[in-house]
């Protein structure tokens, strides 16, 4: 037995050592690629604590009701979620170097101008609320654009041997840089005592430094190559979108994805609660002074670990149980929630909450993308995936949608006085709301559980062996 666990061991650490000397290759990318990794780290910062922040800035800055400030924010992330299918072509015609600056500067005048509307209240005092609207809709296209930037630049600054470490960093520097969101926000918020306004000072002054790191490192835009790679000539004749898309649409094995795509949607929105519901929730349970940013940190920090421990062990096993079953863990966290808890009691459930969810998130998110390609016929993995966004951009502009709603009926703003006081039926309680929410959660992956064959028909690890035992 003892020679047995040591040989398990041996392995995971093997595991771990070489996922760190997989980085090595990186060492054959360009400069530009480093680059850009600083100005991931710069813009993460700036999207996560504006994303996590903006309910509650909507809210206490320029007085939108739960309602008003959910319609806001549904009007912001629906309108990025469309420009992203149209981003990627923008950023081909403009160039990595222009479609980026582009983007800054965009970013910069739309956060600029909230960030100047948060900070002098006197301005505009009947218009404030339209103006701070129109800046978060004027913002999503240069969130797209970056979006789809960080992607063509990841693969163009990286060579085929480096291009899986090189888009790992970057998911790692993305994580790092979303743990440093939520540590921002506390230190503008509690640390300094000063205005969410601020949070956007930061923002505007990060753009700024994107745009002359930009400026200096991005040269080049040429693919980089090995120096032993062979370079396959470019295939000229293809398809055209449309006619991929309607080739698509006629296979019975699109609609089998689509409809699991469809099943685990409310295990993704817990992301979406996780910045629409959490932070009201926090500050109105456990009291304005809670630590939303801290809170919020735990997701990212825990997702680096688990990229680290989890990952050379979780290659080992099925893709789709890990994406079913990593799911039910993921909507586990949801449960915890529904816990009854008030004050600073709540800082332990909400913390195991996040440990559950993002535990599961480790095992199920990269599945998702890894059972698309198998279940995908070959050359139309793209595609499937880009389909596949559409029953989730539905749910988020759903949800969206309906978090002010959920926060007015189960969370309103005196629910922490009536926790204390003992005066809230249970079905009046943020307990409830996350009991009915976690049970749409688990719902989806039982019953991709029970009907995995169907799903699975057709993929094409079953048909190589490998992973599906």
Known sequence: MSGEAAGSNEGFLGAVVKYFR???????????????????????????????????????????TDEQAGYAITLYGSTTTICLFFSGMVTDW???????????????????????????????PEHRGVLVVVAFFLMAPFVAMV?????????????????????????????????????????????????NGHIFTFAVFAHVVCFVLALAWIRREDQAHDEDEVIEPEVKERKKPW??????????????????????????????????????????????????????????VLVIVGLIVLIPILHRYSVYKMLTYGG???????FVLAIPTFGSATYVTSIIALVVLTVGEVIWSP???????????????????????????LAKTVVSLLSGHMLTRWVPLDIGEKLRAGTVAFADSPSALWLILGAFALGGPILAVLFKDWFTKGARWERSGGGAK
């Open 22 to 64: 997989d980085f090595g290759v990186l060492k054959r990318t360009r400069p530009e690629y480093w680059g850009i990794q600083v100005i991931n780290l710069l813009d993460s910062t700036t999207f996560f604590s504006i994303l996590t922040i903006a309910v509650v800035l909507l809210s206490d800055d320029f007085g939108f």
């Open 94 to 124: 403009l160039g990595i170097r222009k479609s980026f600056l582009v983007a800054m500067i965009g970013q910069f005048l739309t956060r600029g101008t909230i960030m100047v509307l948060a900070l002098n209240p006197n301005l505009f």
């Open 147 to 195: 979006q789809t930037f960080f992607q063509a630049a990841n693969k163009r600054f990286t060579t085929k041997s480096s291009r899986g470490a090189g888009f790992n960093l970057w998911y790692l520097f993305m994580n790092i840089g979303a743990a440093a969101a939520g540590f921002l926000i506390d230190i503008v918020r509690l640390a300094l005592g000063v205005g």
């Open 243 to 300: 006619e991929v898309a309607a080739a698509v649409l006629r296979e019975s094995v699109f609609w089998r994805f689509l409809v699991l795509a469809s099943l685990i949607i409310f295990v993704r929105a817990c992301f979406l609660y996780l910045h629409l519901l959490w932070p009201k929730y926090w500050l109105r349970v456990i009291g304005p002074d809670a630590a939303i940013g801290t809170l919020q940190a735990v997701n990212p």
């Open 328 to 334: 039910m863990i993921s909507a586990f966290s949801l």
């Open 367 to 393: 599945r998702l993308y890894e059972y698309t390609a198998a279940i995908a016929p070959k050359g139309q993995e793209g595609t499937y995936l880009g389909l596949s966004m559409v029953p989730y951009f």
